[in-house]
């Protein structure tokens, strides 16, 4: 009897959407399965069949029974096997389009369901590589995944990251690993927008630089003159405000509440060459904006990225009040003719309620606005159509 013949099968419901499946959806929740004693026992990672109503194949499908997306599709062959060949092929695929939209060797590589891995983030960093395995399956096959990474990059140093707030849902552990080589005793300068980034792959935040901003900063570059003064809250490494100075402002202020991010933006101004240009200020975001309406303070451009306000549906109106009140508070601070930017990395606030969100925003601080500009992550975290969760990041610009 063949591997593939020993897989167990896991049936849909008839009210389930196979059909959405077949056609390229890549998620089945715990609910449109046929659960009984014999699937309750599938361990968490396990590979298996997906059939219809009727018994008939769908996917090849890893299942994790403690999870609310109890299987992940990852192939449409329901008898494709998990050899290096099939990790590789991939991965070359992957690779291919990456190094046709980029001249250097900083770029996420594996952008999840998109890239044909569910729930895997691989971002890369020169010769090294960061991996985020934030599905049990993954967790189960990661010294496959490795082994054929390195084989297909050639990169030297392996790093996993388990930071996401996704491996707790899988059930899975939060702790990180050096896979292969070893882990940078610095953190590496990457050169993005004309501006230096300090990326720590060990310390810093998720795999230690945020990509997807990369087209964002760029348009944000655009929109400053000489002597331009810019405020960049929830900054990261340094994030829109380098960005910013590399496009010619005068002065920009970073706000965080991490000390340890704001050292890295600090040390990546001085590299960029701005670090007289270049100043911080740590504390709650919503309390820094308020001191500075307080101050009087007045920029140029104001750009506000913050973490996902609405990382679930159960959050999302919370999530949409605190976007609001974000764009109230800074919209306050833009000089007349100036420009403000918002972004929302929140997969469950959709573009038109976050844009309706800030605009609310804006018109309670008693500003009028033009929507200029409207973005999204970067060719390397490209969209599943099927999957409305994969373009999470949007990032909405206006002219006050």
């Known amino acids: 009897m063949t591997q593939t013949a020993d897989r167990p099968r896991i049936r849909l419901k008839p009210k389930a959407n196979a059909r959405g499946l077949r056609h390229g959806f890549p998620w089945v929740y715990a609910n449109d399965i046929v659960t009984d004693r014999r699937t309750r026992k599938i361990p968490a990672g396990a590979l298996a069949v997906l059939e219809d109503e009727n018994r008939a194949p769908?996917?090849?499908?890893?299942?994790?029974?403690e999870s609310k997306i109890m299987c992940r599709v990852l192939d449409r062959d329901p008898d494709a096997e998990l050899t290096a060949d099939w990790f590789e092929t991939r991965l070359r695929r992957a690779l291919d389009m990456r190094e046709r939209l980029f001249d250097s060797l900083f770029y996420r590589?594996?952008?999840a369901e998109a890239d044909g891995f569910p729930g895997v983030i691989i971002d890369r960093f020169g010769e090294a590589c960061v991996i985020q395995p934030n599905a049990a399956w993954a967790?189960?096959?990661?010294?496959?995944?490795?082994?054929?990474?390195?084989?297909?990059?050639?990169?030297?140093?392996v790093l996993k990251n388990a930071s996401g707030r996704t491996r707790g849902l899988e059930g899975l552990d939060d702790v990180n690993l050096t896979l292969r080589g070893t882990v940078p005793d610095a953190p590496l300068p990457v050169l993005m927008n004309g501006a230096t980034y300090m990326a720590d792959l060990a310390g810093g935040q998720k795999t230690g630089l945020f990509y997807d901003q990369r087209p964002n900063h760029a348009f944000a570059a655009q929109l400053v003159q000489p002597k331009a003064q810019v405020l960049d809250v929830f900054s990261h490494v340094g994030g829109f405000g380098l960005a910013m100075l590399a496009g010619g402002a005068g002065q920009a202020l970073s706000v965080d509440g991490s000390a340890t991010a704001l050292e890295l933006?600090?040390?990546?101004?001085?590299?960029?060459?701005?670090?007289?240009?270049?100043?911080?200020?740590?504390g709650d975001a919503f309390d820094v904006l308020a001191q500075l309406n307080?101050?009087?303070?007045?920029?140029?451009?104001?750009?506000?990225?913050?973490?996902?306000?609405?990382?679930s549906r159960q959050a999302l109106d919370a999530g949409l009040r605190a976007y609001e009140r974000?764009?109230?508070?800074a919209a306050t601070l833009v000089k007349p003719g100036g420009y403000l930017g918002l972004c929302s990395c929140s997969h469950a606030a959709d573009l038109g309620r976050f844009r309706d969100a800030s605009s609310r925003g804006i018109g309670r601080a008693g500003r009028s606005a033009q929507l200029i500009h409207t973005g999204f992550a970067g060719p390397d975290h490209p969209q599943l159509p099927q999957l409305a969760e994969s373009g999470y990041l949007k990032a909405v610009f206006y002219r006050l």
């Open 58 to 65: 769908i996917a090849l499908v890893a299942v994790n029974p």
């Open 109 to 111: 590589l594996i952008h």
């Open 139 to 157: 967790e189960a096959h990661l010294d496959m995944l490795t082994d054929a990474l390195t084989a297909v990059t050639g990169v030297t140093t």
């Open 265 to 282: 933006a600090a040390k990546g101004a001085e590299a960029s060459g701005f670090a007289d240009q270049f100043d911080t200020r740590q």
């Open 294 to 311: 307080d101050e009087g303070a007045k920029f140029d451009v104001v750009i506000c990225d913050p973490p996902a306000f609405a990382p």
């Open 326 to 329: 974000i764009a109230r508070l």
